[in-house]
């Protein structure tokens, strides 16, 4: 769907309070709306800013066991660097945290260590004919201690491991490269990579199991005429897993298509190609080789709220191929934004599926609501056909210049397709907090988490209290 941005018309916050309500803004229902690739910082040319952060929390089931092994009690301390250069035409960025934790557990007892590092590296460049995008980002976290429903990836693979990780440490590195040339030429280039890798640490669960995917992808783009271009695209992904069957696949896909401006208002664009996929399982040493055509049809009408869209496509995996139909409206209004599409998704096993998304924002002078709502359904990092279901729901209200409250709902969703069995599985959390800035430099947020989880019948819940100080050190300019 196209994104619209809406002006924010609430207070401002103080940098202290940017910081405390910071986590709470990568929930994706915060995010409708509001502008993307947005600049941090004070202005052009070089800020850094320095992060702090102390965390007291205690925890009913922190581990969500069935039943409880007893209350935790941890305290944190993090601190976060963020330094970045901005000029004209370009933006870098890098940002580096870890923190020191003091936890008493059930059984363990009282231990403390330094943990979960974080490091991203970003870099945009425009120019006239050309563009840059680059992504560096590594992550490690104990799930534990954070399994925060807002990291699930709305628009990769489906994983298991969004909804069932609670024991050991996940280690995520990822990278991107986005590079075009010929923006504004009769024959344009873009190449794109990225790159994944998830592994774990300190787990008993086997379905926690390693995996990486890198995926090139090469685009031609001919612009035969002003309202028409052509494009010829090849890509190639190369998966594997530390899975019971340790999978190794290879998919290599060959399209061909252009889109044609009906009007200056409409536009209409197909494809149509090859597909393959080398599938090796390294236990028992089997290769299957599958191969089938893939298309794709959209259509899109831009209106004076908003647009309309039409698309339809068949994809092409290892356990066969995929029709998935949509239809979408956006709607833009001073006060929000509503955009939705819904359709139906046809499965390697014939298994029918209403799939969709909704996103809708809708601002206040002193408050904001905020939803995205997805089904989706795919192959999962498991390698299984799975139906997925996200929920995000936010509310907050500035009471004044420097207090508000922050009301949210995430849910995940999971079941499997196919001829075994569907082994359903959901987490969900309700968490109320309340933030004030209690001088210039200081901000405090106070607040109340629940949590279940709910594996194929076996439930589980916890209730957290938590209290958080922070501040946010401006060291350039």
């Known amino acids: ?15 202290s309070q940017q910081l405390i309500s910071q986590r709470a803004q990568r929930n994706p229902a915060r995010r409708v709306g509001l502008p993307t690739g947005q600049q941090i910082g004070t202005g052009t040319g070089l800020s850094v800013t320095l992060d702090y952060l102390s965390s007291l929390r205690h925890d009913s089931n922190l581990r969500l066991t069935d039943p409880s092994l007893g209350s935790t009690t941890w305290w944190e301390n993090t601190l976060a660097l963020g330094i970045l250069k901005q000029t004209s035409d370009s933006r870098l960025a890098l940002d580096l945290s870890g923190l020191y934790r003091i936890a008493n557990e059930p059984i363990i007892g009282t231990e403390s260590s330094f943990a979960d590092p974080s490091a991203r590296l970003s870099y945009q460049r425009s120019r006239q004919n050309s563009q840059l995008d680059l992504l560096l980002d590594y992550r490690e976290q104990d799930l534990a201690f954070n399994r925060s429903l807002t990291d699930t990836n709305l628009d990769g693979r489906i994983d298991a491991a969004d909804v069932i990780g609670t024991i050991g440490d996940q280690v995520n590195s990822l990278g991107n490269l986005n590079w075009q040339t010929g923006l504004n030429d009769p024959i344009g280039f873009q190449f794109i990579y990225s790159y994944s890798e998830r592994t774990y640490t300190n787990t008993i669960d086997p379905n926690l199991f390693d995996n990486k995917s890198s995926n090139y992808t090469a685009i031609t ?10 494009n010829l695209r090849l890509g190639y992904t190369d998966f594997s897993a530390e899975d019971n069957v340790r999978t190794d696949e290879q998919t290599t896909v060959v399209t061909v298509g252009g889109t044609y401006n009906v009007s200056p208002v409409t536009t209409v664009s197909a494809n149509i190609g090859y597909s393959q996929v080398d599938d090796t399982q390294r236990t028992t040493n089997t290769n299957t080789v599958t191969e089938d ?13 908003g647009s309309a869209d039409f698309q339809i496509d068949q994809t092409f995996g ?27 998704s046809r499965g390697p096993f014939d298994e029918v599926t209403p799939i969709g998304q909704l996103d809708y924002s809708y601002q206040l002078a002193n408050s904001r609501i905020g ?28 009471i004044n210049p420097v207090s508000g409250l922050s009301f949210s709902v995430d849910y995940i969703d999971q079941e499997d397709e196919g001829t075994g069995q569907p082994n359903p599985r959901q987490r969900g959390t309700f968490s109320a907090s309340y933030t004030r800035a209690v001088t210039k430099d200081w901000a405090v947020n106070v607040g109340y988490q629940y949590e279940m989880d709910d594996q194929n019948g076996f439930k589980a819940t916890s209730n957290s209290v938590f209290l958080t100080l922070g501040r946010r050190f401006s060291l350039k300019p």
């Open 1 to 15: 769907m196209q994104q619209t941005t809406v002006a924010s018309t609430v207070v401002q916050q103080t940098p």
């Open 293 to 305: 055509f893939v298309w794709d049809f959209a259509w899109n009408k831009t209106l004076p709220d």
């Open 318 to 344: 290892v356990n066969g191929s995929r029709i998935n139909a949509t239809a979408g409206r956006s709607f833009q209004r001073a006060s929000g934004v509503l955009s939705f599409n819904v359709g139906l």
């Open 221 to 230: 783009t001919l612009r035969v005429s002003p309202v028409f271009q052509a």
């Open 371 to 398: 939803a995205t709502v997805q089904r989706r359904v795919g192959t999962s990092t498991q390698s299984i056909e799975t139906r997925e279901t996200l929920v995000f729901l936010t509310y907050d209200y500035f």
